[in-house]
T-cell receptor
Framework: LAKTTQPISMDSYEGQEVNITCSHN???????ITWYQQFPSQGPRFIIQ???TKVTNEVASLFIPADRKSSTLSLPRVSLSDTAVYYC?????????????FGAGTRLAVHP | NAGVTQTPKFQVLKTGQSMTLQCAQD?????MYWYRQDPGMGLRLIYY???????DKGEVPNGYNVSRLNKREFSLRLESAAPSQTSVYFC?????????FGDGTRLSIL
């Protein structure tokens, strides 16, 4: 199972772009990269998922270099409501999500 | 609203008591999951059910049992609660898209 490394915490200000990088040096060929967001007293919420290159949705972008040993979650123009913990998970999802392991995540604080 | 519903939201138990946490989803998802989250940590998988009628152990199954009652419901049982099981418990379900999570059950064992 691929292990991930993320910064423990990050600070930003409203209106800025935030990039959170996740390292996964041992990623396997069949592994996907999935990001979740968790607010206090709530369950995690899916943000974005990708395998290679770039994925974009209405919430975020995910950049994955060719070697796939890292990935970067990009949140454009953050607001106070983006203050949350962000988790990077790497694993083979073909058989289900039981192989995905949550680390401690990155605690993002957005300031006025 | 559609989603994953967990009951109860809060519970306090004494050591040795038993308890069943309930989870129901109304999205017709095949897979369901139980996680625990300890302070400052990520979620750890306790048990999962890939489909109705099947259950499998996750990363930390000791001290727990599960029942996939039907496609909608997946319960987690603590037969003899221990203080080490004090945690927030999350249930999740999944269809063709990534998981949907409930808002958790906060369980304290004294």
């Amino acid at each position: 199972l691929a292990k991930t490394t993320q910064p423990i915490s990050m600070d930003s200000y409203e209106g800025q772009e935030v990039n959170i990088t996740c390292s996964h040096n041992n990623i396997a060929t069949n592994d996907y990269i999935t990001w979740y967001q968790q607010f206090p007293s709530q369950g995690p919420r899916f943000i974005i998922q990708g395998y290679k290159t770039k994925v974009t949705n209405e919430v975020a972008s995910l950049f994955i270099p060719a070697d796939r040993k890292s990935s970067t979650l990009s949140l454009p123009r953050v607001s106070l409501s983006d203050t949350a913990v962000y988790y990077c998970l790497v694993g083979d999802i073909s058989g289900g999500y039981n192989k995905l392991i949550f680390g401690a995540g990155t605690r993002l604080a957005v300031h006025p | 609203n559609a989603g994953v519903t967990q009951t109860p939201k809060f519970q306090v138990l004494k050591t040795g008591q038993s308890m069943t946490l309930q989870c129901a989803q109304d999205m017709n998802h095949n897979s369901m999951y139980w996680y625990r989250q300890d302070p400052g940590m990520g979620l750890r998988l306790i048990y999962y059910s890939a489909s109705e009628g099947t259950t499998d152990k996750g990363e930390v199954p000791n001290g727990y049992n599960v029942s996939r009652l039907n496609k909608r419901e997946f319960s987690l049982r603590l037969e003899s609660a221990a203080p080490s099981q004090t945690s927030v418990y999350f249930c999740a379900s999944r269809g063709n898209q990534p998981q949907h999570f409930g808002d958790g059950t906060r369980l304290s064992i004294l």
